[in-house]
């Protein structure tokens, strides 16, 4: 299933770096940087450590993509446009 630590990363606007098995379950992200052997990972963080535009960027990417997917927003708004018109 989808990995809590990993979704809470995304929603606060952190890029992840993490294995297959860490990302399992929330599809492809710009914030998301999967690796597998240890020295891939390794350098993933240390690039991303060293880089703060590309951190920003990542983190941003990591955040709308978790707002446009798991956002209670979307299936909430016409509900709260109904009562709206209602009041």
Do not use: Q
């Not at 098995?21 to 690796?35: H, K, N, Q, T, W």
């Not at 390794?42 to 941003?60: F, H, K, P, S």
Request: net charge neutral; proline share 7%.
């Amino acid at each position: 299933g989808m990995k809590v630590k990993t979704l809470e990363a995304m929603a606060s606007g952190v890029p992840v770096v993490t294995t297959a098995a860490g990302a399992e379950g929330i599809g492809p992200s710009d914030g998301v940087l999967v690796r597998e052997r240890p020295e891939e990972l390794a350098a993933a963080a240390v690039e991303l450590l060293a880089d703060e535009g590309a951190r920003r960027e990542r983190g941003a990417a990591a955040r709308s993509d978790f707002l446009r997917r798991y956002s209670p927003r979307p299936a909430t708004e016409p509900l709260v446009e109904l009562y709206r018109r209602m009041a």
